[in-house]
């Protein structure tokens, strides 16, 4: 790991300036994936800056009729809600799929939606890979792909987002509320938030440099069923082949998102029209254009047949 | 509070802390040499130290460490607590699991410096050879163990695993959200996921873990 300096912000604007202050600096938070990557030297920040007492650990009312969830709340508490648990069933599922229970204990709502890819060609520093070294090339396209997207990747990256929270938050129309270094705030909508690679897949979202997210909004309840199906390969603590978000409301319309396919969670609102239609018509629209290698071409028909399992079990009534 | 550096130290411990100390004086040259992959970035400061108070089994302990120390190597390196175990370093065996401020986290992944005014719980501070920890005890009695290196953490895991479950936390399985989940041994399988046992004592661990929530808390 490379050496740096360490100081603890006492609040979200004195964070925000802080990083403004020090070039490639990095917020830290739960610290569970950067710490990762910096004792690899894939992260190297020269200055870190610690928000864990910053309070944004409050989950709280909107007015509007949903749910102002800080920052700083860990996916355990995010997930054992009660809130949480009876209005968005599907955020709860998403992050109780993901990683183990120590991790979720120190892992942020901030944090998770921030995680970098676990490509292996990313992690691997005697490969080349234009996330880690803009430019260098990559690996992976050629390579084992088994976890890698089948859509919206370009030929500079073939990553997949690893979050399963995100993919529920993406469902859901989350609202992500930051502060910029110059003290102003705003609220970037989740389908504006993550950036698909193209030819900067070193960009992996539209925060501009050392902007902190303080609070990610969800909106009023949907209503409906909630689900969340995560296949993997092994029954627990994998990162997801694909995995398949949705809201299903009595009159069999409803939402989808997928995990696992591509550079960012992945919804396309045009395909959920075709809901009531099954599956095969949503797999349809979803994957239009997907690119797929002998590896990973798997993952077509396991996002078909996963989403159809979550039908039947909505039509069926069965619970989350 | 007590000088981690006034504790009584038997030979071999001074032997090692000698050792440890040559290799840190090498730091600096090796730090500034070409990494494997630093993506252009210049060259690396020199190391820096930062302050931290916090409590471990009871006991408050100040020290000046290198800001990269990982709350593991703090409690390994530092204050020779050597029951918590480096497995792999990087969250995925969970053999460094402690309890802090109540929640069981992989030490690994957490730097030092980021828990002042912490209390730390480690395999040393759940029970003696003498007063087994009832979850020590219950491993005991049901063998769940081969070598015996993920079982420290295996232990403080399974501790809160308990409370979360009396807690009411929801997991993986829980099949209504909206209940108190189960005591089960599909809950407690799934709980203890984080926790890789390379011997693979996972059904004597299970029933040792059901044992011990079987009695009063």
């Excluded at chain 1, 520093?125 to 859509?151: D, E, F, H, W």
């Amino acid at each position: 790991m490379k050496a740096f300096t360490y100081e603890r912000a006492r609040t979200p604007a004195e964070a925000a300036a802080a990083a403004a202050r020090h070039p490639g600096a990095r917020f830290i938070a739960g610290g569970t994936n950067l710490l990762d990557l910096m004792k690899l030297e894939i992260e190297t920040p020269p200055h870190v800056i610690d928000v864990n007492a910053l309070g944004l650990d409050r989950i709280d009312s909107t007015g509007k009729g949903g749910l102002r969830v800080g920052a700083l709340v860990r996916n355990t508490d995010l997930a054992a809600d009660q809130r949480v648990r009876r209005d968005y069933a599907v955020l709860s599922r998403a992050l109780l799929a993901g990683a183990s229970p120590q991790l979720r204990n120190k892992a942020t709502t901030a944090g998770n939606l921030l995680q970098r890819t676990r490509c292996p060609y990313f992690y691997d520093t005697n490969m080349a890979c234009n996330k880690r070294r803009p430019g260098s090339g990559c690996s992976a396209i050629g390579g084992y792909t088994r976890q890698l997207a089948i859509v919206g990747h370009s030929e500079a990256c073939i990553a997949t987002h690893p979050s399963d929270m995100a993919v529920a938050m993406q469902l859901l129309d989350a609202g992500i509320e930051t502060v910029r270094p110059d003290g102003t705030a705003r609220t970037i909508p989740i389908a504006d938030f993550y950036r698909l690679p193209g030819g900067t897949p070193h960009i992996e979202n539209t925060l501009a440099p050392g902007e902190l997210i303080t609070a990610v909004t969800l909106p009023p309840p949907l209503g409906g069923r909630h689900y969340y199906r995560k296949v993997r390969d092994r029954a627990s603590y994998a990162f997801a082949l694909v995995s398949v978000a949705a809201v299903v409301l009595p009159d069999g319309s409803g939402r989808v998102a997928l995990g696992g396919v591509a550079h960012r969670p992945w919804r396309v609102p045009a395909a959920e029209a075709a809901l009531p239609r099954g599956a095969h018509a949503v797999t349809d629209g979803l994957l239009a254009g997907a690119r797929v290698s002998t590896d990973n071409a798997f993952k077509v028909p396991l996002v078909q047949r996963t989403l159809a399992f979550v039908l039947a079990d909505a039509r069926q009534g069965r619970p989350a | 509070m007590t000088d981690p550096n006034e504790i009584d130290q038997t030979r071999r411990d001074l032997l090692i802390g000698g050792a440890l100390s040559a290799s840190v004086a090498v730091l600096p040259a090796v730090a500034n040499a070409q990494g494997p992959d630093t993506g252009g970035v210049a060259a690396t400061p020199a190391p820096v130290k930062a302050k931290v108070a916090l409590r471990v089994n009871g006991q408050r302990y100040e020290m000046d460490l290198d800001t990269r120390t990982t709350l593991l190597d703090m409690l390994r390196e530092r204050l020779r607590l050597t029951g918590t175990k480096k497995g792999c370093d990087q969250g995925q065996c969970g053999a460094c699991t402690v309890i802090v401020d109540g929640r069981r986290i992989n030490a690994c992944l957490s730097l030092a410096v980021m828990h002042e005014g912490a209390e730390i719980t480690t395999i040393e501070g759940l029970g003696t050879p003498d007063r087994l920890h009832p979850m020590q005890a219950a491993f005991v009695k049901h063998d769940g163990y081969q070598c015996g290196y993920c079982t420290p953490g295996q232990i403080c895991s399974a501790v809160a695993a308990l409370d979360e479950l009396r807690r009411g936390i929801p997991s993986h399985v829980t099949a209504d959200l909206n209940v108190q989940p189960l005591f089960s041994p599909q809950e407690l399988r799934e709980r203890m996921s984080g926790n890789i046992c390379r011997c693979g004592a996972y059904s004597n661990i299970i029933e040792a873990i059901t044992d011990a929530g079987g009695r009063p808390a």
